[in-house]
């Protein structure tokens, strides 16, 4: 297992449109986290799952985003009817419940036109 | 109030010196602080994450924290040309969301 994966890595898309990303997790890894960061910025925490169970989630987090984690693996990140402000890097990261240290994936780049 | 807050930088400091890079946080609750690096287009890198007070040192890195001053700072000694990057201060309160820094922009000068 070579870490967290990502894809696509890069999406454009034209506003209006819908886009979902998919995380790979480290294999075991209990804890799955979604978070954007535009440039000059730090990541943005959007939300967080344990498992299949999704445990916090960002007020930042509009009605048109939704993740899942069906089957406490994969997580998918969907933005509905996207706008130019969600252009951004959305970024996974994993951790064991146990331990403190999340690993980030590469990371999926959106630009909305 | 942000509530974790970076100098954006840029730092610069010539090849072999320290490199000093300073975070302050809002929230008193806070338990745990973390230190990540991220090169331009690449994604964070866990540096070091400290709990208590004081000192905590890996290698060239030295991560202090002060909970009555609400303050964390990195030490990078004999700092090199391939340390430079972005340096995120990230903090986790009582649950598991973790608030990042701006981050500070570190340009180490061969």
């Known amino acids: 297992d070579t870490g967290v994966s990502q894809n696509p890595r890069h999406k454009i898309t034209k506003r209006g449109q819908n886009v979902t990303f998919r995380c790979d997790p480290i294999s075991e890894h209990n804890r799955l986290y979604w978070y954007r960061q535009t440039l000059g910025q730090g990541p943005e925490f959007l939300t967080y799952?344990?498992?299949?169970?999704?445990?916090?989630k960002s007020r930042l987090l509009s009605d048109r985003f939704s993740a899942e984690r069906p089957k406490g693996s994969f997580s998918t990140l969907e933005i509905q009817r996207t706008e130019q402000g969600d252009s951004a890097m959305y970024l996974c990261?994993?951790?064991?419940?146990?331990?403190?240290?999340?690993?980030f994936g590469p990371g999926t780049r959106l630009l909305v036109l | 109030q942000k509530e974790v807050e970076q100098n954006s930088g840029p730092l610069s400091v010539p090849e072999g010196a320290i490199a000093s890079l300073n975070c302050t946080y809002s929230d008193r609750g806070s338990q745990s602080f973390f230190w990540y690096r991220q090169y331009s287009g690449k994604s964070p890198e866990l540096i070091m994450f400290?709990?208590?007070?004081g000192d905590k040192e890996d290698g060239r890195f030295t991560a202090q924290l002060n909970k009555a001053s609400q303050y964390v700072s990195l030490l990078i000694r004999d700092s090199q040309p391939s340390d430079s990057a972005t340096y995120l201060c990230?903090?986790?309160?009582?649950?598991?969301?973790?608030?990042f820094g701006t981050g500070t922009k570190l340009q180490v000068i061969p």
């Open positions: 400290i709990y208590s007070n």
């Open positions: 990261a994993s951790s064991f419940s146990s331990e403190e240290t999340q690993y």
């Open positions: 990230a903090v986790r309160g009582g649950y598991q969301k973790v608030t």
């Open positions: 799952f344990q498992n299949e169970a999704q445990l916090e």
